[in-house]
């Protein structure tokens, strides 16, 4: 055979070869998204909290990234999320722990008695912090201050912080008048004079917070230690420092608690599906804290924060194949 001849069986092999290799990888990509679903939808909170902000960056970055059309939901927070996932109305959502323990034990407020057995965690995603906000010619400027009567607005009823704040308000002995409603709402209302004091929980820095503070002269405040030592034994929180640079005028440190939220799945979506979208995050944490800067917790290390919620079998493999512990117990 000539050489002219070799360069052309070479080239034809070499052609051939490509050819072979482009038609694995599609039906092994053919073979990966069998069942997944046409489109998927995200449950997160209100308008300006930080679910709705870091819930929809990553419902985007999922739909971008693996071309399936997704949708972020406005709901009332952490309870209703896991309700609407265990009954497959939401496909996916976010939940912080306490109220994700409520749900799986039946406690919940939305539905009690129901014991959710079908949501599976899938990633960390960053710890919620507890504090609050008065506006400064209120003269409300530490925990203590707050008056009798006074009108605390504290989210959603469903929220973490619309379920956990009344609570915290009660044990610390604070009688005041509590208010229910979304996060952007409760904003407007502090400005406007219709409630005292802001409460709120949410990854750092929290968007409304933000919004209010750069209109007006606010103070921010939390807990004394000893509040801290006695929530901690009472609630299902931790101990939790907010940093000074959290926002331009909070000043020092400020001692509050805190809990862990996680990414959660309804048990049914296929495999492969939810293990390309832990995936996508766990990978692009770059991308993820440019959606929110709580997102620097939005890392695989944090995946042992999880101590009780079963674990998605896409999410199991994806850890395990990186070589992060999935405990037996947790596998879902």
Known sequence: MSDRQNKRMNAWQAAATAVFVTLASSGAMAEDREGWPDSFSVGTASQGGTYFVYGSGWTNLVSDNLDVPGGAEVTGGPVQ??????????????????PAFDAINGDSALAPGLKHDKIRAIFPMYKTAFHMMALESSGIDSFEAI????????GPEGGTPGTYWP?????????VEVRHAGAADLAGQLQDGLIDVYAWAAGLPFPAYSQVEAQNDVNFFSFTDDMVATLVDTQPVSS???????????????????????AIAHADLPESFVYAVVDTVMNQNEKMIGIHKAAIETIPENVDKNTFIPWHPGAIRWFRENGFDIPADLEG
């Open 81 to 98: 999320n896991a309700a609407l996932v265990q009954t497959g109305d939401l496909d996916l959502g976010m939940v912080t722990m306490g």
């Open 147 to 154: 008056p009798d009567g006074a009108v605390v607005g504290v």
């Open 167 to 175: 609570r915290f308000l009660e044990t610390l002995g604070k009688s």
């Open 240 to 262: 939790f420092t907010i940093p000074a640079d959290t926002y331009p005028t909070l000043g020092e440190d400020q001692a509050s608690v805190s809990m862990w939220n996680f």
